[in-house]
């Protein structure tokens, strides 16, 4: 049983529609220094789109992404969370599940668990995402099943037939430390700080079409307002939008969030019904051995936070 705080019972202080994250960013947290590893090779870098005339200050980007890095959630949290699904040119579908969180000594981590509803071709599944300079992730669909660690590919496969993928769960690219500050772009009618951020060497042999990623954000939130996974000719393959955010004791947790595959003009949108913050889970909840048990602590009703 989730041992509740008193804090949790809070409920928030204002509804905020703003259009800045933080989806993953404060469902997985950050708080971690950059990923220090071989740069990507120089003839697949997209180059950066400078957005003012004078010089861009590279030692202040550094401290804008730095301070955005330190950002996050602190104790556990719970959210309940549904997945719209629209193909392009196809009926939609929703899928629901929940996501618990929290922080060990390598970083953020985090369990999902999707419910397929009444799709026969689908069974329950269960991610543990590792956040952090060193990421990993396991995967588990069924109770009693083999939980297996994710590699190569395995990070950019669609999850549960949806346009989401373990990477765009777990947005390493928050830690790479190879990027170049652009400067100050106005993103539907927000102010915004734009980041290109580039792959280590040894993720863009695994995977050569993720040339980089552009990162948009908000400078009054400090918050993730947009980010393009970048193809070859700097095009993006695929959008991440947050469409707004609420304020639940004083934090920042996200609303709803839109994932557009480019390529094949799908979307998924991700919309949160509910939340419960500091939390207190049992100290080895996140070992990726209990995926496979299907036991799932129990929130109590009093202290969800309807959206």
Known sequence: MVKISRNALLSFDRAGTVHGFVWLLLFLGLGASPLSLPA??????PPPQ???????DQEEGRRILGQFRQAGLAGAY????????????????????????????????????????????LKTTRWLLQSGTEPEAWRCEGV??????????????????????????????LYWDDFVFEGVAKVRGRMAHSFILYPPASLATEHPALYGVRMLLDIEFNALLQAELLGQGGKPSKIITILGIKKIDGKWIMKSVDVR???????????????????????????????????????????????
Do not use: C, Y
């Open 40 to 45: 990507q090779p120089r003839a697949n870098r």
């Open 50 to 56: 400078f957005l003012q005339k004078a010089k861009t």
């Open 261 to 307: 595959n480019e390529l094949t003009r799908g979307k998924t949108r991700f919309t949160v019904t509910a939340a419960a913050l500091e939390l207190t889970l049992p100290a080895d909840f996140f070992e990726p051995g209990r995926l496979s048990s299907g036991s799932e602590p129990v929130v109590p009703p009093e202290v969800r936070i309807q959206f």
């Open 78 to 121: 719970w959210i309940e969370f549904e997945l719209a699904v629209m193909p392009h040119q196809a009926a939609t579908r929703t899928l629901r599940g929940h996501l618990l969180g929290s922080r060990n000594n390598r970083g953020p981590v985090s369990r999902l668990v999707l419910d397929p509803g009444g799709d026969p071709s």
């Open 144 to 173: 009693g099943d083999a939980v297996r660690s994710l590699t190569g590919a395995d990070w950019f496969e669609p999850v549960a037939q949806t346009d989401l993928s373990p990477f765009d769960l777990q947005m390493p690219f």
